[in-house]
Nanobody, 128 residues
Framework: QGQLVESGGGTVQAGGSLRLSCTPS????????MGWFRQAPGKEREGVAA????????YYADSVKGRFTISQDYAERTLYLQMNDLIPEDTAMYYC?????????????????????WGKGTLVTVSS
């Protein structure tokens, strides 16, 4: 049975950086689009960033634009999220998601479209 395995979470002071990784394992197929989402305590899940292979396009939530960078190593099929200038409001469980279809990135990040495959999450805590 396949799974998306996230890693890289931890505790960091405000202004610091973290890099999250997500590696698909056990799937017999490749994903076309992948993304990062987060859920803070007491809040709804929100999209952070997403990208699809082929066109190289990316889409970011306004709250992370300019601070976070999504990228993918296609050879290793690993998805990354480089997070810089972290603020306490970035504290959340971060989830990796993936889909076999080509999806509109804006609608994915906004939550209009929900990706089919999800990881269990990695916790990011930013202290002030």
């Amino acid at each position: 049975q396949g799974q998306l395995v996230e890693s890289g979470g931890g505790t960091v002071q405000a202004g610091g950086s973290l890099r999250l990784s997500c590696t698909p394992s056990g799937y017999s197929f490749s994903f076309y689009c992948m993304g990062w989402f987060r859920q803070a305590p007491g809040k709804e899940r929100e999209g952070v960033a997403a990208m699809c292979r082929g066109d190289g396009n990316t889409y970011y939530a306004d709250s992370v634009k300019g601070r976070f960078t999504i990228s993918q190593d296609y050879a290793e099929r690993t998805l990354y999220l480089q997070m810089n200038d972290l603020i306490p409001e970035d504290t959340a469980m971060y989830y990796c998601a993936a889909d076999r279809n080509h999806l509109p990135l804006r609608e994915v990040v906004s939550g209009y479209y929900t990706m089919d495959y999800w990881g269990k999450g990695t916790l990011v805590t930013v202290s002030s």
